[in-house]
């Protein structure tokens, strides 16, 4: 494939003297003070030069070039240089630190999750685009920050940008290790996923050619196989009843936690449903997969050898975090969802561990809103009957649940005298 000239996103408005002006500005930052006016300029710089470098890293890649230095044009790598000669020379991390979270602020992306609680005045929102993301993704490798990185990819996946492949490729070339290869699903369950429903995307995009070819070499994935989604899927299912990976942190306490492993496999799940979209999450991972695994549980209450709680814990907590995506779709078949849940709390308080009766019911409120009037009813019983300890946080949820239902059903009442 012939090599092109880097393509521009946007018109340049960035000259040699706005850059000149932010170095000094950089060099003469001091601890302490107001950075925002330094941030807003170095991300003016970026934004406004923006250039999709994809053709650089893919002759990079031809040419068999395995080096780990990131692809960056003239001026980022200036910009770059003078924020890290800065962090080594005052020792510490504050400007790195205040632009990633000046970033998390600016940049147009919803579920974007900050890690820092820097207060910061409201922005305006910037696009995201490749030249963005090698500045945010070369400030995490300079604080060594990978699973900030990760969850900036995450984000990225989770809402579906039309240019979501350069993107990536753009994060792979500023720091690979943020999505290569794992040994197995096992070591990474969401760097699995992102593999494969990315390649998935770019098999039928036969004009993203070089992107493909590019995220093969840099990052160690593989095409995409036919059979790829449905085999990650049994994987990750199996996983979920392996409590080698399902292990829940105070099961007998009113709050119990599940393990950093099982939160990942969650959000694996999770993400998997955001591509696939609400028709095969209903279907397919919920009906055909994790519905089976409750059912395995109950049957297995009364044996040593049974699937753990920890593992019916993940599962609503899957059930509930991949339904809330079929509100927007079609609240019919969430409220359908949620009638299974509901069957789990309606059962004898002494049968079902209050672990899983806690996760569900956490489940059941998130899933609410798809019929209200017919949660409502349940959770105020299975609260009336627990006769345990129940959180705060889930009877406070559940008042606030009844109110609005009130006041719902009063404004109708209302409105019908009139």
Known sequence: MPYTKPMREEQNKVNDGHVQDTLKMIAKYRMGTNATRLAKRIVYNFQFNAIDLLPVVFARCVAGNTSKEPVLTPIEDKIITAVVDWTKKNNCTTLIDFLLAYLRQVIDMPTLMSGYKI???????????????????????????????????????????????????????????????????????????????????LSIMPEEEMTQKALIAMCGWKEHQADTITNITHQLVAMVQDANYTQLINENDPNPTLSQMAFELSKAMELLAVVMGWEWTNDVLIREHLWPVLK?????????????????CLVMKIIANVGVLGLKKNKQSVSEVMKMLLAVLQQPSNIIPLCVQLYTTDAVLQLSAAKPSLSHPVLQKWCSNAGQTIPASLTDRIQVLGSWLTNTNQRQMDKSKH
């Not at 400030?139 to 990819?153: I, M």
């Not at 395995?296 to 019916?312: C, D, H």
């Open 119 to 201: 207060k910061i005045t409201p922005q305006k929102k910037f696009a995201i685009n490749s030249t963005l993301c090698r500045l945010y993704t070369i400030l995490c490798f300079e604080t060594d920050n990978l699973q900030c990185a990760r969850v900036f990819v995450y984000d990225l996946l989770r809402n579906e940008y039309a240019c979501l492949e350069r993107l990536l490729v753009a994060v792979a070339s500023s720091w690979p290790a943020v999505l290569y290869k794992q040994e197995s699903i096992q070591a990474s369950p969401v760097g699995s996923v992102i593999e494969a429903v990315v390649m998935q995307r």
């Open 296 to 312: 395995k549980w109950t049957v297995g209450l009364r044996s040593e050898n049974g699937i753990k709680n920890g593992s019916a």
